[in-house]
């Protein structure tokens, strides 16, 4: 018997990553220098707080010829209403509207990525040749994101609201890992704690629309409904838990780097899409009674594919087209 094959992984040796600076600045390496995830590729000048006070604003007159007002001093009105710094920073006058804003501090442009640099666009960006895993993704939705990964423990464990926002309280703009079924009260914690970027094994419609609504960043590894992540993908993406990552969600895919020769094999060609199913493949079930899990092939014969799934180890018949091949 003939299934269809899914590649779940897929090392690439060949990977471009362009990492830009916010503002224009300065770039600190050159073409062909050798670069790890944390050396600097350039640095410029970023405010990281603004709130914008409007054209009606009045501001405080003060004696002292600065702009800059300390936390908690009074910087003018809104109307009736006084408005005091919630941080040091400065009030500047922008066209019509008068913004207050912090100082502006350094920041560090750094690789994320192991690689070589191919390329310089003078001032604000480096081209990395690099290299990395890419894991499919059936459903994805947002924004293109990149930024750490965070993967949440015991995924077979239920996890409580409670538990996700103790987790992650510090988490924010990072890309988190929940665990094997994201709920709709675990997206809305999300949203609550500003974490604009999720992953999950499975998750039901609703979540998925409720994520294209407020501009969540979502990927499944698996798809709709109730479904444990697979093992390999857990396995692996546990071990590279707080790596830099890219999550392609236009492209369905999980983009994970890794350092030079780190044991990966190079797909060299598409192969096939059809194998002949054989005993200890590992397979995907799309049984109504058994969908989405997966398992290892026990045995094959004229009646059927006998699977022994992960999550239980208990044995089920399968017949063609409803097992997928994983790799």
């Known amino acids: 018997m003939f299934a269809p094959i899914i590649k779940k992984t897929i090392y690439k040796d060949e990977v471009f990553v362009e990492r830009a600076l916010p503002n224009e600045g300065q770039i600190t390496v050159s073409a062909g220098d050798t670069v790890g995830p944390a050396d600097k590729l350039g640095t410029c000048k970023v405010v990281y707080e603004m709130v914008t006070l409007g054209a009606a604003f009045k501001p405080h007159l003060r004696n002292e010829g600065s702009n800059f007002y300390a936390n908690e001093t009074l910087v003018g009105s809104q109307r009736r209403h006084k408005f005091y710094a919630p941080f040091g920073g400065f009030l500047e006058k922008k066209g019509e509207e008068y913004i207050f804003r912090s100082e502006e501090r350094d920041y560090w442009l750094l690789p994320g990525v192991w690689g070589v640099v191919k390329d310089i666009a003078e001032n604000r960006s480096v081209l990395i040749k690099t290299q990395a895993v890419d894991i499919h993704l059936p459903v994805t939705c947002g924004e293109v994101v990149s930024g750490e990964l965070i993967v949440f423990p015991n995924p077979s464990e239920m996890l409580t609201a409670q538990y996700f926002h103790n987790y992650i309280k510090t988490a924010e703009g990072k890309i988190v890992y929940v665990g094997n079924n ?88 598409p192969g096939n899409i059809l194998k002949y199913i054989r005993r200890d493949m590992t397979v995907q079930v799309l049984n109504s009674e058994n969908f989405g899990q997966m398992g290892v092939v026990d045995r094959v014969n004229k009646s059927g594919i006998f699977v022994k799934l992960f999550e239980n180890s208990e044995v089920v018949q399968v017949t063609p087209p409803n097992v997928l091949i994983i790799e």
């Open 182 to 269: 994201l709920s709709l009260e675990m997206i809305k914690t999300a949203r609550d704690l500003k974490i604009k970027s999720v992953l999950a094994g499975s998750a039901g419609k609703d979540v998925f629309e409720y994520a294209k609504e407020y501009g969540i960043s979502l990927g499944l590894f698996v798809g709709f409904g109730s479904i444990r992540t697979p093992e390999i993908i857990y396995n692996f993406i546990n071990d590279v838990t707080s790596r830099f990552v890219f999550l392609y969600t236009d492209e369905h895919l999980l983009q994970i780097p890794v350092p030079l020769n780190a044991g990966f094999e190079k797909n060299t060609k």
